[in-house]
């Protein structure tokens, strides 16, 4: 089919000013769905967007694509919780299921829009390439002597050899004192943020398999949060996640890592990678929620502290 004049024009205009290497714009690897509509004729394409620009992005699709280049169509995805949707034009095919597409016409108020997602995706894709770069470190053997030798009391000491003690009393005492384990001090407790009790649906999607669990929150923090699933969570601690949820009217979709595993359908996840834009949303939320608490105490009087519930 045979592209717009106006269309062809861009594309050579383009062509000129920037030469063979046309990326204006650095591209930032993702893997999200897509769909893209041609707007000469009712047909819609189905794919995946594997990396974006602030000028285009790059989408492989479930089926053969033979319409060419140079032709007007609509891409839609959704990055980071946020829906976009430009209009462009196909710029470029390296296979039959693979092309790419320019933005054509993009609002100021979207360019910047995208442009704040992108950051994020280019500090999370940091921090994953750095993950990746950390090797474990070397693990040597550890040669451990035949005795330890460890600082006893002399009334210990005299007791097990035998010595028979000035006082059985204060002898067993010292023993008590020297071996009794030592209570845990509160530095000992990880949890540098206070938890709030929420009731909230959440969509908990593993990141590698590509698996959607859904379930409640039936805790938040600013830093990370505690699910109970519907399904068993098997995966294991240490698996990337991103959670999906809406809370006071608020959507949030927060990248993280399985934490800790209460029971099998009970986990906690540490937040990760947090841009500027959430932490502070979830600063403001958190205090919502624990203002709330406060209001609702007060009208109970002494009791359990309510769930915020959405």
């Not at 893997?31 to 790059?58: F, P």
């Not at 097990?160 to 384990?181: E, K, M, N, T, Y």
Request: glycine share 8%; hydrophobic share 40%; charged share 25%.
């Amino acid at each position: 089919m045979a592209a717009q004049p106006e269309t062809v024009q861009e594309d050579q205009q383009s062509r000129k000013s920037n030469g063979p290497d046309r990326r204006a714009y650095p591209r930032h690897k993702v893997d999200c769905a897509a769909v893209v509509s041609a707007v000469s004729w009712s047909m819609q394409i189905w794919g995946r967007v594997t990396d974006v620009s602030l000028g285009g992005c790059r989408v492989v699709t479930d089926q053969r694509y033979t319409a060419g280049i140079l032709v007007r169509v609509e891409v839609q995805f959704q990055l980071r919780g946020v829906a976009f949707r430009f209009a462009g034009v196909i710029v470029g095919s390296r296979e039959a299921r693979c092309f790419a597409v320019r933005f054509l016409d993009v609002p100021a108020r979207r360019w910047e829009e995208l442009a704040e997602v992108l950051a994020e995706v280019a500090q999370a894709n940091a921090s994953a390439l750095l993950a990746r770069l950390r090797t474990p470190p070397e693990i040597l053997p550890i040669t451990i002597p035949a005795v330890i030798p460890v600082a006893v009391p002399v009334e210990v000491s005299a007791a097990l050899r035998g010595d028979p003690p000035q006082d059985a009393v204060s002898v067993a005492h010292s023993v008590q004192s020297h071996i009794a384990p030592k209570a845990p001090s509160a530095a000992s407790d990880r949890r540098s943020h206070r938890r709030h009790g929420v009731d909230t649906s959440v969509r908990l999607l593993l990141i590698k398999g590509g698996i959607c669990m859904p379930g409640r929150i039936v805790n938040l923090s600013l830093g990370g949060c505690r699910i109970r699933t519907q399904e068993q969570f098997k995966v294991g601690i240490y698996v990337r996640v991103e959670a999906e949820f809406q809370l006071h009217g608020l959507p949030f979709r927060v990248g993280g890592v399985s934490q800790a595993i209460q029971d099998k359908n009970t986990i906690g996840v540490r937040f990760l990678d947090v841009s500027e834009r959430k932490r502070r949303q979830l600063t403001e939320l958190i205090a919502e929620i624990a203002e709330a608490f406060e209001e609702a105490a007060g009208e109970r009087g002494a009791g359990d502290k309510p769930a915020m519930t959405q």
